[in-house]
């Protein structure tokens, strides 16, 4: 089996925990991190629940409005905030 190289910045506390872990089970990191992962991979893929757009009352008023800005998509933090329009290029 070829083994390919990555790198993963781990939190200080987890490092510690997961190299004790190794010390104590007389196994490399390495070999942790890849079962971990292995059995993470085994899971089943649950995908994710998407939000119940007919009960948000948001989306009642999508699209209700005729007419307005052509570019709200990129200027919406002026006509929402007052910000300075950004610069076109």
Excluded: C
């Excluded at 490399?28 to 292995?38: F, H, K, L, Q, T």
């Excluded at 699209?63 to 329009?85: F, N, Q, R, W």
Aim: aromatic share 8%.
């Amino acid at each position: 089996m070829n083994h390919m190289t990555t790198t993963v910045r781990l939190p200080e506390d987890l490092y510690e925990a997961l190299r004790r872990r190794a010390f104590d089970e007389r196994r490399p990191v390495a070999e942790i991190i890849r079962e971990a992962i292995g059995r993470f991979l085994d899971q089943p893929n649950e995908p994710s629940a998407l939000p119940d757009l007919d009960s948000d009352p948001f989306w009642k008023v999508v699209g209700t409005v005729d007419g307005g800005p052509s570019d709200e998509s990129i200027e919406h933090d002026h006509y929402l905030y007052g910000a300075p329009k950004k610069s076109r290029p």
